[in-house]
């Protein structure tokens, strides 16, 4: 059930009134006033199509544009503390207070839209972590270190070992015969 009707992109928001026994509508989201009121449903559809209909007409006659549904501004009234708030971490974000109020919206609107952009997002800026610090973070033994070349890699110092001199954060990682969980978290804090 709905209290809103549409005609030619035109809305109104009907209620009952009680006091005259009749459903009275009111043409909403235009800064023009138009109101019309019926008996039943059925004459309800009629006098709100006829009002938009008429009010085309003498728009037209007096050389006047028609009012467009929601130009898209408005005014919110909230606390101060909120505007503030809300002014200082968009400046802190480097985005518009209309960019907030319209993120806002669309959070209402489409939460489920919203969550799923928000984990997109954040899983992206997961990935890319893992990627600079996979760049930036060798992993090795210290025994590969400190010269002593397991048998898996000829005798040979790997490329991993010759860079190693060269790069700044490495994590430790205890030899096999010797693993211990509570090192290489030690080691990750």
Known sequence: MSNVMEYKGYHAKVE??????ILVGKVIGIADSLNFHAQSTNELVSTFHQSIENYLELCKKIGKSPDKEYSGTFNV????????????????????????????????????TTIMSEFTEQVAAFADSIKNLSS??????????????SATAGGKATNLEKSFSKRENCIYLPTANSFNISKVQSALS
């Open 77 to 112: 009234r909230i606390p101060s503390e909120l505007h503030k708030r809300a002014f200082i971490k968009a400046q802190q974000e480097g985005i518009t207070l209309n960019k907030v109020v319209e993120s806002a919206l669309y959070a209402y609107l489409f939460p489920e």
């Open 136 to 149: 930036s973070i060798s992993l090795t033994t210290k025994s590969e270190v400190n010269g002593n070349v």
């Open 16 to 21: 009952y009134d009680p006091n005259d026994n």
